[in-house]
């Protein structure tokens, strides 16, 4: 970098050095494209040939310029009058006699023009200057103009025109002198990595950063002079091996810095050919609106003389691309994809070569397409509205007295109300959502981010929706819920990758990288090294250094990941390793380095796995881990995890038809009880077995299986049915399960249910798509078999994999009902009432030395003398009363007013007496879990289940009913 006078003597040497390189035509073309953008752009290409040279001692003298304010570089020049003027110019280093044959040849030929410009790499006195335009103007009574070599030097550092100077003259961008407040700092990172470093761009996330650097260029004065520059790094882009959507957005971009940025359209005709050539094969709305944005500026440009160019080719692309647009419209697409179409539609229709070669716009049929548009975007929230709100205000100086215009600005006003009104109240939740990160509250966080995500679900915060979707992943996966957090993971990358801006594009490595560490940290192993291949793609294609790992922590978290698995399959001996590893590694698009780390490590990487002793292997592995190494892997597929003192297990056939279905529902149950973690729902801490099988025809069903150590269910899923249909019935069958393992009563279940539903519980177990349909894009049946003969690893104690989060903990403390003071009195009325039926049987019981080494027993468990008390009269009660006849409610309203007569007679020595069999025998533990069972009742808690988990009960009761600690002063029973 130079100061501007330097600048000015480099650029007036390499002039006067056009002669020597015998660059005549160079020149023409230099003088043309400067008169083009500072006298008029009606200038057609050089019309003069080359000669002639002075100095009067002037430092500086301006020249006449056909319109004033010439420096506006983006305003329109033309001669308003209609005047004509010529353009000559010459390397003659004897210009003088070179002009005077010029004029005498120019004005002799053809219509005479007003005014001639000359142009020469000459320097050329100022009395020779003044002495030739007086000579032309009595000779000829034409004004001329005459630049020599240091009008031009000086002119062409101005940084508007400074691109000339590089682009003929070879100038370095360098040379320019920066601004002394310095340039951003962003830009000059840039700048300086692809323009001074020159490092060769390979990535989307590569052109992402080259299309800031272009952009700001072209839109900020002082750094124009790069445009240049960035136009070669662009170049990078299209040739061999380049996809071919990245040499479309190079060359929009490169149109688009060559004619806002430098007003030479032009020099690019080539580009601009092939980027239309190719209009038949847009497939994407992205493509098309930016081909319509283009083909207007292409267009506009024309009619404004800033670029030389066939109007009719200019109307064969317009039809075709009208023609396209139309043809996508009728195959019914989507709300969001309609919406931009049908935008694309009201642009094209703005176009001013629809009709021929003559330019015309017919504002009738945008506001046509604009109604049709307005009508449907109520249904699209992810439709750019607030962009199209930004049009019509830039079209406010050509229709904005249009009686179509004001009706048409306040539907949209109305619309953009509606979604801006759930912003501010999105950014509210998400800053109270990393509130609750910050101070280790999960639930809170998730809940805080659903009511974020929701309000933000719309085009303008789309970025803002999918980074909550990625946290809310990452704080499902925290919390042990991997199928949860898995959902969240793939509706983000489905969204990014129906999405088509570019920011939003480049979340996918963060996205895939988070789906492969969730299905690593749960056990998913063999999904793990399935999405290796996804996750490489993403890292080299949307980001920018995709090699320099210490930037990308993330990724380089994978490539650990990946070697541990390796690591860890071949000291186990795991089949998956030797042949799955390999076989999905070879769609790895890394470079063979990376490749060969992982599947050829050093012998030294990850000494901790192959050296240590099992155990340690295992103690590490569990800690990192929420589920079982390889739980993919086998003919039978298990989703084991723990959450509200519950161990979950979800087993079905482990293929692909049947685990889309089934992890549906998975992740629909864990994000519901993510939901009611810190709701009272009084919970068995039990286990939770559940048998899926999925039917090509069938129904949705339920069926409570008899087990009493867990609740067993069997549940049949249809494959086919509506989306809708399976949102509604996972919901239902996730809250059924729920509802079965708490012990309040159906009436109170239901209430939190409805309560949590109203509260938009159905919105968070639904995102986007279904699940089964977003894991059917990743879920290939490619290697199958291969997965199904692969064997699960023979890890030591399941129990060390599955780690309850502490925001997940099986509630403590006092039980919904529970008081002190309650308790008591229950207990007392216990005594008083259950020894009038036994009072003499209590006598005879305790002369028995079995039946006090039998008490001695119990209060050694724990058992309180009310308890034992209880236990008696209830033997009393079922060896004494007859047992009762009949079902329904008229044999149990009979049975208990049987059983209230008994309790209330005293017990007669003609009384049958009880053995002490009927109340110390084998079965004492099921009368001890009836007894329980009761107690529990006078609570108001309900088992659901036919075969109760007793032992789950119990842990209830003693925990949460102070079920072995409360008791009252009484008179001694058993002593």
Known sequence: MTDITSLGDYVRFQLASLNVKNKHHTFEDLCHQFARLAISPNFLP?????????????????????????????????????RRAVLACSLEKKPKAKIESDVNSICKTGVKPESIYFFSNQDIPVAARHSLQTWCSNTHGVHLEILDVNALAEQLTRIELFW??????????????????????????????????????????????????????????DAKVDIPDWIGVLRSFIGQGMPDDLARRSQYEICVAALRGQNDLTSHTSIVNE??????????????????VLLSYCSTALVLREFSFDPNQLHIWTKKLIHLIENLLK????????????????????????????????????????????????????????????????????????????????????????????????????????????????????????????????????????????????????????????????????????????????????????????????????????????????????????DDLERHQDFESVIMHALILKAVGERFGHDGVKTYLPTVLEKWPLPDGLNDLILDPPTDTLDWVMKCEDDLVWARIHTDLNGQPFSDAGAERKYEWRALGICWEVSCENSVDTIVIVEGLVSCLQIILADMADVELNLLPTKVAIQAKVSAIGKFEIKELDCNDAMKWSINLPLQGSSEDFGSYANGLASAIVAGCSLLRDQEIMKI???????????????????????????????????????????????????????????????????????LKFIKNRYSRALIPVRLTLSRLRTSEEFKSFVVELRHQGYLDWHILLLICNAAINFRLPVPTGEGEDTLARNQEATMEFMGNEETAEAIEIPESAIIGESLHMKLDFQLAIVAKTWGLQLKSRTPDFKALKRVMVERYAYFIDDVEHQPLFD
């Not at 980027?275 to 319509?292: E, H, M, P, R, T």
Request: proline content about 5%.
């Open 46 to 82: 050089a019309t003069g040939p080359v000669s002639a040279g002075g100095d009067q001692g002037r430092d500086s003298e301006t020249f006449d310029a056909a319109v004033s304010n010439v420096p506006q570089i983006a305003t329109t020049w033309s001669f308003s009058d209609g």
């Open 164 to 221: 000339i100077a590089q682009k003929f003259l070879n100038i370095p961008s360098e040379m320019y002198p920066r601004s002394a407040t310095g340039e951003d700092e962003k830009y000059s990172h840039q700048r300086n990595k692809w323009i001074v470093e020159k490092v060769r761009p390979v990535s989307f996330g590569d052109f992402m950063d080259v299309k800031y650097g272009i952009r700001h260029a072209t839109f900020t004065q």
């Open 275 to 292: 980027y239309f050539s190719k209009i038949d094969v847009l497939d994407s709305s992205q493509q098309i609106g930016d081909a319509v």
């Open 331 to 546: 195959d019914s697409p989507g709300a969001h994809t309609k919406c931009e179409l049908l935008q694309d539609r009201a642009y094209a229709a703005t176009l001013p070569f629809q009709r021929g070669t003559t330019p015309t716009i017919d504002w009738d049929s945008p506001f046509k397409w604009w109604d049709r548009l307005v009508r449907e975007i109520r249904h699209a929230p992810l439709f750019a509205l607030e962009s199209f709100a930004n049009l019509l205000t830039e079209l406010v100086p050509v229709i904005g007295d249009d009686p179509r215009f004001s009706p048409l600005t306040d539907r949209v006003n109305a619309l953009l109300e509606g979604r801006s009104r759930g912003f501010l109240a999105a950014e509210k939740c998400r800053d109270r959502a990393i509130a609750f990160v910050e101070s280790d509250r999960p639930v809170r966080a998730i809940r805080e981010l659903h009511g974020a995500k929701i309000k933000w679900f719309a085009e303008e915060t789309i970025q803002g929706t999918v980074l909550s979707m990625l946290l809310l992943s990452r704080l499902y996966a925290d919390l042990g819920l991997m199928w949860a957090a898995k959902y969240y993971a793939l509706a983000a990358a489905f969204l990014v990758h129906k999405h088509s801006g570019d920011q939003v594009k480049c979340l996918l490595p963060k996205i895939f990288i988070q789906l492969a560490n969730v299905c690593y940290r749960g056990g998913e192993w063999l999904n793990f090294i399935d999405l290796l291949p996804l996750v490489g793609a993403a890292q080299y294609q949307f980001r920018s250094s995709p």
């Open 753 to 823: 249910f409805e309560s949590s539903f109203k509260n938009g519980l159905a919105g968070k177990t639904f995102v986007v798509r279904p699940y089964h349909e977003l894991l059917r894009e990743f879920a290939s049946k490619e290697h199958e078999a291969i997965r199904r003969s692969c064997t699960r690893l023979d890890t030591p104690s399941l129990d060390t994999c599955l780690h309850e989060a502490n925001a997940l903990a099986w509630r403590t403390g006092p039980g919904p009902g529970y008081s002190k003071k309650r308790s």
